[in-house]
């Protein structure tokens, strides 16, 4: 598995004073993701937590509903014998991944749906499907429709405390200041996982992955925050998960605004301090009504 960081020499100018010094940056490589030995995607992501990352990706994609659905997930060719014939579980801290090929290997009876003309091989933080198609394929595949999960009512004050909270668990951005952070809280504000990238999708499907892993599928009573805007990906990842809430620290899109609406999902944008923005799903947001009319 490849460093989460690298160093490189900088030259640093400082009020008219110039040095050299060495500088640790957040590591970027491409993961090939192949389905049943076939290849279905390449990511730039952070290394780390590869598994979770490619099992987060089909459940996003409507190949993975649960652990059941999962037989194997081991490293391809190029992988040392320490990174190799490892299972859904943590990848092993023995070995490398040289050629960076993740191969998820379905369970007998699992469907694959065509997932092919939904989406680019090659994808990127800022990619996704686009208009009414891509809100059609999202309804179509979702296993637990949010709007007929148990209603998770969240107070905006537990809502503004949370990005510090995700804020103080990033370890890795500390030292670069150049990953994304996703979280998942309890609806009492519990932090249950973070998750760090390059990406900030990597870091969804990480988490969504990782939930996969243990069995925890759907996350019907949780909240996922993202540093960054909410794009339309990020709102499938989270319908797709059967998160009812999502909550991004910048915008979300006007793709992610209908997806939510049509969803029911909660999604709440400009999360900053107490002050914060909610686009759809303002059901669950246990505000007085009075203030909501107003």
Known sequence: MGRVTERRKVIRIRDGVVSSRPDTLV???????RLNGKPLAITMRTPGDDFALAAGFLVSEGVLGGQQDLR???YCAGATAGGTSRSSGAESGGGSNTYNVV????????VIPDITLERNVYTTSSCGLCGKASLDAVRTTARWPIADTPPVRISPELLASLPDRLRAAQRVFDRTGGLHAAALFSEEGELLDVREDV??????????GRALQNGELPLSRTVLLVSGRASFELAQKAVMAGIPVLAAVSAPSSLAVDLAAEAGLTLVGFLRGSSMNVYAGEDRIAVRAAAAQG
């Open 27 to 33: 590591a970027e490589e491409p993961m090939e993701i």
């Open 72 to 74: 194997n997930i081991v």
């Open 103 to 110: 191969d998820v290997q379905t369970a007998p009876g699992v």
């Open 199 to 208: 990406g900030r999708h990597n870091a969804v499907d990480k988490l969504v």
